[in-house]
């Protein structure tokens, strides 16, 4: 219920925390307070919002100065309970509101009238929405509904489409649909029929537990079911499908009877046919996250541990070439939390510059430490990150700037480090790593897309841009509320900067609140900025519209505006050529008095061409780039394309410019049939599309079991399915080297039976294996577990926490972290003790 309506107070006091930016000038600040505010939307190029409280939706034409209720309500004149807001990013006039009932609300006109449809169930639960990105009219929904059985509640997904816009109601699509899109859900893919459609279909068993999974498709909603025949996905388990960009990537899970096994990637360009993704120097992933993308290249990060016993995940980032289907690794050991979150950002609106978290070992409390490192080209290179008003912080001295995140929320829900030139926020300390004490957080801005940095206030904040950058605003955020449920450190100020970061302003609010949402347009053009805040006395929620249109009387005119050119090399401070191009963005210089005022209109870059070099050029499908930037062959993929004919001789081009590049071609020219493919001897793999099936019986269950992942060599033909498993009862250690057709105890582990402890591999070498029994012995592997080596291990206790971690470049180089003095498992006072093995000594 909306308690206060349009409460307008102007503030009087305000506090300068470095100078004061203009000593006249006041924000206009208006305040509405609700019970509860969930999600709150803006529709794009317009001041409209709409607001999901405890139960209802709320609406407001002027940036949240004034809210109205929608009138959501059934036959019955009895209100509805919402369950989600949407709205479409590429529609500015679409919008809708799932309700818990049969009948579902939406608008065409950004949100003035709501219309309805009803369902043919009485109950719905997390409705999703959908809408096609080349026909508007075509919309697809689910909605979960759930019925009592005998003994469970039984939820099941139903699919329902629009191919009028909604001038109809929606009809309800197939049975058993499970994760659909439509193939053409953006602007760069743009393949097969606008209706086409993709879904995973599964079959479940008696118990509830999908049993197959299969990838289907149609262009007339599954009256015509199209599914693969002989294709790359026949016989996998597909656990997702999603379109990124011109890709359509499946997901698929390698073992669906192991909880904790692999997932690969298989790739189309034309939602026809698939191809098994390739990545360099892969660790066994768990999740993969696609990260912000060019429409040519996947950016992927490919969560993992350092090791099989490690609870500390780590991601590496990989670029695909422009199919999709090869990826090179652009950055290893990127830190993320236990749940798999990591600070990986890609900066908006400018190529090539990545900010992330290098994971850099554990710290004193044993938890993994992480240093912030930035690209500007794209990958290749990395650089610490710089302040400039620190004169006891300086790179060379092992000090720089370390940010737990750098994202603000956009006006359409999403978190993005701001649609700005290069004006950037973000939350860390400085030091040698980023600190677990989040008392030590500060807030800090960069105005050279992340080069330097200077810290702007003591504590961590939420923020959002306006005005293109020229407005910062920062509110202080309670970290004590979400770790302790403590109010003590609610805030009742918020700052604003108008000069870039240079100086800031502080004002007092009246009332201490919690900020939940800091927002303003998606574009990030606009001057007027909303603010969401639980209060800290009764638990309801404000919605502040701040108003800095009044700050500056004029437009920026040529005097106002400054040339800047993106991506700066840290050393020669020279732009940097990514993708073919230089960009650069004329932007308000940082002193001036006045605005943009580009309302709703789009940050525009600047390209200007380079010329050509082979960073513009990729490796052709088939061939993989090696650590000297050549395309060698990967003849296992290059024999199935050109050599039907295993006798003759094919002459090959490696490279090809990467699609889409605008570099100038007086540049690199790329040699022509430079490799040649001798299909006798590429040819020779062996034909492993026959399934075979073996039982071998055990005389006990299996605790463990999990694959050691391909060696190097099985690119080329030589399969290689080593198995290893752990008994439960004996704590033996067995392997099959056959993919489980037959198993046998390791030679050099027979000893070992009732005392296994550990198993570790190693991700750098997937020859290598490692186990640790309870006696405090070392057995070590480098042969895929055909062999092992015994060593002693310098302490040991079942009571300890104990790690190995892996040297990139050498396998019989690793460290031995463990603990002594442990009285238990959960003890807190054990001392930590680290020992390197080197060359067989410990």
Not at 295 to 304: D, I, K, R, T
Not at 461 to 486: Q, R
Not at 719 to 744: C, F, H, M, Q
Not at 763 to 791: C, M, P, Q, W
Request: hydrophobic share 35%; proline share 3%.
């Amino acid at each position: 219920m909306l308690l206060l309506t349009s409460i307008s107070y102007v503030l009087l006091t305000l506090l300068t925390l470095v100078g004061l930016t203009y000593a006249d000038f006041k924000p206009e600040i208006k305040r509405n307070e609700f019970e509860y505010v969930s999600n709150i939307l803006y529709f794009d190029d317009s001041p409209v919002l709409f607001l999901r409280a405890m139960h209802s939706v709320y609406y407001s034409e002027d940036d949240g100065k004034s809210w109205r209720m929608v009138d959501l309500k059934d036959d019955n004149g009895e209100d509805l309970d919402v369950t989600d807001i949407y709205q479409v990013d590429f529609d500015n006039n679409l919008g809708f509101i799932c309700t818990m009932s049969n009948r579902q609300f939406y608008t065409t006109n950004k949100g003035k009238d709501w219309k309805y449809f009803d369902l043919p169930y009485s109950k719905s639960y997390m409705g999703t929405v959908q809408v096609n990105y080349a026909n508007h009219d075509l919309m697809l929904f689910s909605f979960t509904n759930c019925e009592e059985g005998d003994f469970i509640t039984i939820c099941k997904d139903h699919w329902y489409y629009s191919d009028d816009g909604l001038k109809t109601a929606p009809k309800e699509m197939g049975n058993d649909l499970e994760f659909c899109t439509f193939t053409k859900t953006n602007k760069h893919f743009t393949a097969g029929a606008d209706s086409n459609i993709m879904c995973l279909q599964k079959e479940y068993d008696v118990f509830g537990y999908a049993k197959s999974s299969k990838l289907v498709s149609s262009e007339d909603y599954f009256k015509t079911i199209y599914t693969s025949q002989g294709s790359s996905l026949d016989n996998t388990f597909i656990w997702d499908v999603k379109v990124y960009k011109s890709f359509i990537v499946a997901t698929i899970q390698t073992d669906r009877f192991a909880s904790s096994s692999a997932f690969e990637f298989f790739v189309s360009k034309d939602a026809v046919t698939f191809k098994k993704a390739y990545f360099e120097d892969p660790m066994k992933s768990w999740m993969f996250d696609v990260l912000p993308s060019t429409p040519n290249s996947l950016h992927v990060a490919v969560y993992g541990t350092a090791n099989s016993q490690d609870s500390n995940p780590i991601a590496d980032v990989y670029q695909s070439n422009s199919e999709g289907i090869f990826f090179e690794k652009v950055f290893g050991g990127v830190y993320a939390s236990t749940f798999g979150e990591s600070p990986i950002q890609k900066v908006q609106e400018i190529d090539g510059i990545w900010i992330l978290g290098h994971s850099s070992g554990h710290g004193k409390t044993g938890m993994a430490d992480s240093k912030s490192q930035i690209s500007f080209d794209d990958g290749k290179t990395w650089s610490d990150l710089k302040v400039t008003d620190d004169d006891n912080c300086k790179v060379e001295n092992g000090c720089s700037l370390h940010l737990l995140y750098l994202s603000e929320k956009a006006g359409n829900g999403r978190f993005v480090t701001g649609p700005t030139p290069g004006i950037l926020v973000g939350i860390g300390n400085t030091g040698d790593v980023l600190s677990h004490d989040f008392k030590k957080l500060g807030t800090y801005v960069s105005r050279d897309a992340g080069l330097t940095w200077k810290k702007a206030r003591d504590t961590a904040s939420v923020f959002a841009f306006g005005d293109l950058g020229n407005i910062i605003v920062t509110i202080p955020m309670s970290i004590k509320y979400f770790l302790y449920g403590s109010k003590e450190d609610f805030s009742n100020e918020f700052s604003y900067s108008l000069d870039q970061g240079k100086t800031w302003t502080s004002v007092d609010l009246g009332m201490k609140i919690l900020p939940t949402d800091l927002l303003t347009t998606k574009d990030g053009t606009s001057q007027r900025l909303v603010l969401v805040g639980m209060d800290g006395n009764d638990n309801s929620y404000s919605v502040f519209s701040i108003d800095f249109s009044k700050a500056f009387d004029k437009t920026c005119g040529d005097n106002d505006k400054e040339e800047w050119y993106a991506r700066q090399d840290p050393k020669s401070n020279h732009p940097i050529c990514v993708y073919g191009h230089l960009e650069k963005f004329i932007r308000r210089k940082q002193d001036a008095k006045c605005f943009m005022n580009q309302l709703y209109t789009d940050i525009e870059v600047i390209e200007e061409a380079c010329e050509c070099t082979i960073d513009d050029t990729e490796c052709k499908n088939g061939f993989l780039k090696n650590e000297d930037d050549e395309c060698k062959p990967v003849f296992a993929v290059l024999a199935q394309e050109y050599c039907k004919d295993t006798t003759k001789k094919v002459k090959l081009t490696s490279r090809q410019m990467i699609p889409g590049n605008p570099c100038n071609m007086k540049g690199f020219k790329i040699p022509e049939n430079d490799v040649e493919l001798d299909c006798s001897e590429a040819g020779n793999i062996e034909d492993d599309s026959k399934i075979r099936t073996s039982a071998v019986p055990l005389d006990e269950s299996i605790a463990r079991y999990f694959y050691l992942d391909p060696a190097d060599d099985s690119l080329r033909g030589i399969p290689d399915e080593t198995l290893i498993l752990v008994t439960r009862n004996s704590k033996n250690i067995l392997a099959s080297y056959d993919g489980g057709i037959t198993i046998t105890t390791p030679y050099g582990l027979a000893e070992v039976e009732g005392k296994v402890a550990q198993v570790f591999t190693n991700h750098y070498f997937s020859d290598s294996l490692y186990v640790i029994t309870t006696d405090g012995k070392l057995y070590v592997s480098n042969d895929r577990a055909i062999s092992f080596e015994k060593y002693d291990l310098p302490t040991y206790s079942l009571l300890s926490r104990s790690k190995l971690f892996f040297n990139k470049a050498n396998s019989s180089t690793f460290i031995w972290y463990t603990e002594e003095g442990c009285q238990s498992i959960f003890a807190s006072g054990c001392k930590i003790k680290t020992f390197l093995f080197e060359q067989h000594h410990i």
